[in-house]
């Protein structure tokens, strides 16, 4: 998480400056230096975050998202791509609603790039070996559903789940 983007984001939703000031403080810039015996080290930068175990971090990783949801949902609705988009803290879900399985696809793979891009701009890192596809169909009896091909854009090939 780049940390340097919280402040940023608080200004531009309007909060009070004091706000802003108050997690710039907390998380940007802090200092510490060691002591040893008669040995004292000079003060040194130490930006080591917020863990997730902080009661901070879901404040913090809220407004975060929200900011890159947003342009998410621009860039969709620019490119007409249907998407509906779930966050829960630091799982999200991707959702179309397509009778088509090669539509559903491609908006996939589409919206796949630009949230992968734009995580990449934010610092964030996408686990593509967490990553799962699901086709849900009205469709009785066998369906091999198409495969998902994200190697283009750094992921994997992945395959619907079996249910």
């Not at 620019?78 to 539509?103: G, T």
Request: proline share 4%.
């Amino acid at each position: 998480m780049n940390y340097h983007l919280i402040p940023l984001i608080l200004d531009k939703a309007r909060f009070n400056p004091k706000i802003s000031k108050f997690f710039s403080d907390y998380i940007i810039g802090r200092k510490t230096q060691y002591f040893w015996n008669n040995f004292s080290s000079s003060l040194f930068e130490v930006n080591v975050g917020i863990g997730q175990d902080s009661a901070l971090f879901p404040i913090l990783l809220a407004f975060y998202f929200s900011s890159l949801f947003y342009i998410f949902e621009k860039y969709a609705k620019n490119l007409k791509i249907p998407v509906f988009f779930l966050s829960f803290i630091d799982n999200s879900l991707l959702i179309y609603q397509e009778k088509s399985f090669e539509k559903t696809n491609l908006f996939l793979f589409c919206s796949y790039n630009i949230i992968s891009s734009l995580f990449d701009q934010f610092g964030l890192v996408i686990e593509y070996r967490k990553t799962e596809v699901f086709h849900f169909s009205r469709i009785h009896g066998f369906f091999n559903s198409p495969q998902l091909d994200l190697s283009y854009i750094k992921g994997l090939v992945l395959s619907p789940k079996e249910t």
